[in-house]
């Protein structure tokens, strides 16, 4: 965890005026200044509008690099010592590494597409220029060597569907995590709002995002990416590409789109959802399910504890608990028959 120091002057004085003393005590008298130093962490807090931002004294978020951060003030932290500094991975500049605990990255032009914003060249910024093939390309580092984790959490995002579940258009990759991990992080595409995934980096310093379009259209998003330390009570378990920590959620096929999507092809991946004491079973309730094939012959499957699902079919309402929380989700290469994935909602059942 990296800290910020802010020296504040809490008064001065003079040692002559200490004694109120005549002439000569004044002429031996010197000022003095009593300093605090105040120390607080870097750490994650929420901007006066939402976003998400980093707390750092006011200097080290508006200072042009290396000095500071190049972010904006946007609400105060740290009992009013530290400013919540929102800082934004600039679209129209490719190549650069961002390290600090929180980065947002939007489209240009959002919340409207990318279509109707303004041409990154008119307003005096380094740009790759409107092309028919277009790659949007982020560096994700460390900013401390404790980091091991980054949650991206997609608030909204939108770019062109799959094609009978190819991502042939626009691509969503995810790439230079740890070896393991990236076995894990499929290609994506489509609708993706208010999903996340977690990439491991306990290995590696760095990793990249990378959207590529195949065209400007309607696409917009708005991506928070986090830092997670190896305290962090945010951890994802090893193996899981997708976890969740409260109570009662909602699970869903990338894609998904509340049931108007399009499952994706050549999935394999894992779901969790955080163990706690005082809770065993789990309820589901479908909101949609449409996986190919049908039991016994599944072409597509999603499985809870040692059942597993696929078709149009979802025969269960409870989820005994006979071990951990961790829900293996699989798509095979083909989806010609346009199946939309699954949204499920779950309730964890107290013991």
């Not at 005082?278 to 309730?285: E, I, K, N, S």
Request: glycine content about 10%.
């Amino acid at each position: 965890m990296h800290w910020s120091l802010l020296p504040l002057l809490l008064t001065a004085v003079s040692a002559a005026a200490v004694d109120n003393q005549a002439e000569e005590t004044s002429r031996d008298g010197k000022l003095f200044s009593i300093f605090q130093i105040v120390r607080f962490n870097n750490e994650a807090c929420t901007t006066s509008d939402g976003n998400p931002g980093t707390c750092y004294t006011a200097a080290e978020c508006t200072n042009a690099e290396p000095a500071g951060r190049g972010g904006e003030e946007r609400g105060s932290c740290a009992s009013g010592f530290g400013v919540c500094c929102y800082i934004a991975a600039d679209t129209c500049v490719s190549g650069k590494v961002f390290k600090q605990p929180t980065t947002a990255i939007k489209s240009k032009g959002f919340p409207n597409g990318i279509k109707d914003a303004t041409d990154c060249a008119s307003s005096g910024r380094s740009a790759e220029g409107r092309q028919a093939v277009e790659t949007n390309k982020w560096f994700i580092g460390k900013y401390s060597d404790d980091v091991v984790q980054f949650r991206i959490d997609f608030k909204t995002f939108e770019i062109a569907n799959p094609m009978m579940g190819d991502c042939a258009n626009d691509t969503l990759v995810i790439s230079g995590a740890d070896p393991a991990s990236n076995r894990a992080i499929p290609v994506l595409c489509g609708t993706l709002t208010d999903q996340h995934i977690y990439v491991n980096a306990r290995t590696v310093e760095q990793f990249t995002l990378e959207i590529q379009l195949a065209e400007e259209g309607d696409q917009r998003w708005d991506i928070w990416v986090t830092a997670l330390e190896s305290t962090d009570p945010l951890l994802a378990p090893r193996g899981c590409l997708q976890y969740y920590t409260n109570v009662t959620e909602t699970l869903s096929t990338f894609n998904n789109d509340q049931g108007n999507g399009e499952l994706i092809n050549n999935q394999m991946y894992s779901i969790c959802i955080e163990q706690k004491d005082d809770y065993c079973d789990v309820g589901l309730t479908v909101n949609n399910f449409d996986l190919g094939g049908s039991a016994g012959m599944c072409e597509d499957s999603v499985s809870f504890g040692t059942n597993q699902f696929c078709g149009s079919a979802f025969t269960t309402n409870t989820w005994n608990y006979t071990g951990c929380y961790s829900i293996p989700v699989m798509s095979d290469g083909d989806n010609s028959g346009m199946n939309v994935g699954f949204e499920i909602a779950y309730i964890l059942l107290p013991c």
